[in-house]
């Protein structure tokens, strides 16, 4: 049974780094990409990253690139979503998620195989002035 669990987020001030977990179980760790995604009130998911496990190879939106950064521990089939000086609007409920493969290119990302079922619990992030 493939699982993704997630820990880390919480009340944080703005400007104050917060990081993000994902451990993942039930398949080759390495085999899959994991993305992470974020859906504020009102507003549509949207996805901020993702992470090929295979190569490390990392894409971010363009908007975020400059505040977010991923990592991946193989070891412990862990990602990591490191999220720098953020802002109130960054609030919001944060997923990962694994999917056959994803890419970032002319501003939007593009994923293959991504499953309703391997998502994570989601985990709330609040960011205060």
């Known amino acids: 049974e493939v699982q993704l669990v997630q820990s880390g987020g919480g009340l944080v001030q703005a400007g104050r780094s917060l990081r993000l977990s994902c451990a993942v179980s039930?398949?080759?760790?390495?085999?899959?990409?994991i993305g992470w995604f974020r859906q504020a009130p009102g507003k549509e998911r949207e996805q901020v990253s993702c992470?090929?496990?295979?190569?490390?190879?990392?894409y971010y939106s363009d908007s975020l690139k400059d505040r977010f950064t991923r990592s991946s521990d193989n070891a412990k089939n862990t990602v990591f979503l490191q999220m720098n000086s953020p802002r109130p609007e960054d609030t919001a409920v944060y997923h990962c998620?694994?999917?056959?493969?994803?890419?970032?290119?002319?501003?939007?990302?593009?994923?293959?195989?991504?499953?309703?079922?391997?998502w994570g619990q989601g985990t709330q992030v609040t960011v205060y002035a």
């Open positions: 992470i090929n496990t295979r190569d490390g190879t990392t």
């Open positions: 039930g398949f080759t760790f390495g085999d899959y990409s």
């Open positions: 998620a694994a999917m056959i493969r994803c890419s970032y290119s002319r501003g939007e990302f593009h994923r293959v195989g991504l499953r309703s079922d391997w």
